[in-house]
């Protein structure tokens, strides 16, 4: 691992810079300073008060809300804002970035994301690493993250080589299972995976604790809470989300509608074999899924 | 709470019989004993390894495979069989049992059950303890199951007054939060609140895994590990539940098609305000309701 990062990132302390140090900015800080990649971590923050917390966090080593500041010098740049920031944060720290510098990203969703920063930063390459967190905010960042998480990494046809592998370099050692997929590809697999459980929570919480009927609230146990846990995220985060991959989230919520009007049809014939092998094949699926070791 | 007990049941010894005895029934053997209700608690098994099973557990006194030294002078007796076999049970146990003895249940749906079995038994009255347990058999019991826990007890006009009184003290004396109400008003609440996020866990697992692209097990993360936990239910209990509530869970499923399309709607006009809207009003919802302190 050391190997790879001495041959991609300059041999006498390169310098890394987080554009916006939350709970995955941070971790992306302190995971690089536990693996020896960087050599320096500066942060761009927004907020005169986040550079304390910053700094006292250990995610970095320098906190600026200056762009110029921030980028100058860094051999790798990681966009770490909400992704309707991103486009408007690759603008601006692109008159201050040097020719060398590679440039990625943490957001969600890779399509919208990648069209929008391409054409500004040519050796801009997106990242999207998978690490599901309810909690926000640099106090709560980890180095170790992204330890065995998957990071997709999304090349397109106009990326510069050296850039993609560099991306794929950083991820792998900070610890993450890196894989190259295209943007489309990426954004189609997490409206399903991703994207599809957050709404379908967030509906099911309307539907039940939107219109309570008399009574009810005492009769909502652990399922409901389980199921619905995907609902407290934040809605800004998630409107952008569902704004930025419209199109495969409305795919995604058909095929659920399609197995919720099979299960509708057994429940009005009362099939009792079509609902039995319903609840079965879904036990069975979900079992081996767990089994299968992929629960991170 | 010893009061209550003294006054309805008798003072000398009463007897309970519980017809099933897994986790539940085991449970409810443990806590009578536990809370000092029972004098002796008799089980009713259908498998000749399990009277061992259950003796060694300490939920029951005895356990046997014979109806009618089942529920010989007990006071009061527990259907704890799956809710498709409990008109048989009642049934069987009729010839045997003393005109004075109660009967309960602990069935997750209450107007199929009850319409089934107060004709057969007069001093039947149907309950429903809410203890959400993945676990199954009575290896698990516990004493202390039905602590907080709320308890539906659904009375009709036929039901036998002192029957209902003793019913409910019998889940209070148990620490049961005691709820009545109609056996309608019971099936269409756990429509909502329990039936309806077992469907959606299940169309879930449906729509990812049982279509899933390539490369897609990569990207399930614990979003979607919490959102389908309920899936891994018992499959032939689930079916009888969607067999005796099918047009409740129908309605229920209604319901949460309504709030997917209005999403949809959202999605495919790209309108943020509604989307970010729907997003805040269901974290608003699941956390007040989770401040409330109902999140057993």
Redesign the interface.
């Known amino acids: 691992m050391a190997k790879v990062a001495a041959l991609s990132l300059p041999v006498e302390s390169p310098k890394i810079t987080l554009i916006g140090v939350g709970l995955l900015g941070g971790s992306v800080g302190l995971a690089a300073k536990k693996r020896g990649v960087a050599g320096r971590v500066t942060g761009l923050v927004r907020r005169v008060e986040s550079i304390e917390e910053c700094l006292a966090s250990g995610a970095v080593d320098e906190a600026t809300q200056d762009f110029a500041e921030a980028v100058e010098g860094a051999s790798l740049v990681i966009l770490c804002t909400p992704v309707g920031r991103m486009k408007d944060m690759a603008a601006r720290i692109k008159p201050h970035l040097s020719p060398e510098a590679v440039v990625t990203d943490v957001g969600s969703v890779k399509a919208s994301v990648v069209q929008g920063i391409e054409p500004i930063l040519p050796r801009f390459v997106g990242s999207h690493p998978?690490c599901?967190s309810e909690k926000t905010g640099v106090a709560h960042a980890d180095a170790d993250l992204f330890e065995g998480a998957?990071c997709?990494v999304t090349p397109t046809e106009q990326s510069d080589a050296e850039a993609v592998v560099k991306v794929n370099e950083f991820w792998g050692v900070l610890g993450a299972?890196v894989?190259n997929?295209t943007t489309e590809?990426h954004d189609?697999?997490?409206a399903?995976?991703?994207h599809?459980?957050?709404?379908?929570?967030?509906?099911?919480?309307?539907?039940?604790?939107?219109?309570p009927?008399e009574?009810?609230?005492?009769?909502?146990?652990?399922?409901?809470?389980?199921?619905?846990?995907?609902?407290?995220?934040s809605?800004?985060m998630?409107?952008d989300i569902?704004?930025t991959n419209?199109?495969a989230?409305?795919k995604?919520?058909n095929?659920?509608?399609?197995?919720?009007s099979e299960?509708?049809n057994?429940?009005?014939t009362?099939d009792?074999t079509a609902?039995?092998g319903?609840?079965?094949?879904?036990?069975i699926?979900?079992?081996q899924?767990?089994e299968?070791g992929?629960?991170?």
Chains 1, 2 share one sequence.
């Open positions: 998978l599901g998957t997709a299972k894989v997929l590809a189609d697999i997490v399903r995976t991703s599809l459980p957050h709404v379908v929570a967030s509906a099911l919480v309307h539907a039940i604790l939107g219109k009927a009574g009810e609230s005492d009769f909502i146990g652990t399922g409901f809470t389980d199921t619905t846990r995907l609902a407290s995220g809605p800004t998630w409107r569902a704004l419209s199109e989230i409305q995604a919520i095929d659920l509608q399609l197995e919720l299960l509708k057994a429940l009005a009362k009792g609902l039995e319903f609840f079965e094949e879904g036990k699926l979900r079992d899924w767990l299968g992929e629960k991170k």
